[in-house]
């Protein structure tokens, strides 16, 4: 039985071994091996809680990306020479930022906008994030729309024998963030 399911193990004596964990010059090894002490933290609640923040900042970022497709504020090109995509945001008419050539990539790009350039972000994506922290129905029916053509662009890759590409993996992460969002 591994130790971290005695509640006394992960109450009192997590926040002991934390601290003892912190100290710069110890006068022994927390471990039996003291390689171990290198490791990353390995408590399962914490772990579930990283995964869950990442998570959420995810769903925040795919919808974010989604919405902004929906309403032009970002776009997605094509080169027809390499039949590579890509997506920017249309700051002006004669000004694009790009954001990545995958949808999971240009969503985090998005979001990181924020540190990098905040007029920017306080422009055209501060009011998408607000959106999608309030989704009412129009904006569920701008996903759904969206979602479909995600499907069909899906579709397409299947048909093409690119099921095993990396972008139908982010195609289908965005739309099973996308589906979760919207209940489907």
């Known amino acids: 039985v591994p130790l971290y399911c005695f509640p006394h193990i992960n109450d009192d004596m997590k926040a002991a071994y934390r601290r003892f964990q912190g100290q710069r010059e110890k006068a022994w090894p927390l471990h039996v091996d003291h390689h171990w002490e290198a490791l990353p933290d390995l408590d399962p609640q914490d772990r579930r809680a990283e995964l869950e923040a990442v998570e959420a900042q995810r769903r ?9 497709l929906s309403r032009g504020i970002t776009e997605e090109s094509v080169d027809k020479a390499s039949g590579t995509r890509s997506f920017a945001v249309r700051i002006r008419e004669d000004r694009t930022l790009p954001l990545g050539e995958s949808i999971l990539a240009a969503a985090d790009t998005l979001v990181a906008l924020r540190q990098e350039m905040p007029a920017v972000y306080d422009g055209w994506v501060a009011p998408l994030l607000a959106d999608v922290a309030n989704i009412d129905d129009a904006i569920r029916g701008e996903l759904k729309t969206l979602a479909r053509n995600w499907a069909v662009r899906a579709q397409d890759l299947e048909l093409d024998g690119k099921s095993r590409s990396p972008e139908y993996r982010d195609l289908a992460e965005a739309r099973a963030v996308l589906s979760g969002v919207l209940g489907d």
Do not use: F, T
């Open 60 to 68: 925040v970022s795919v919808v974010g990306l989604a919405l902004g």
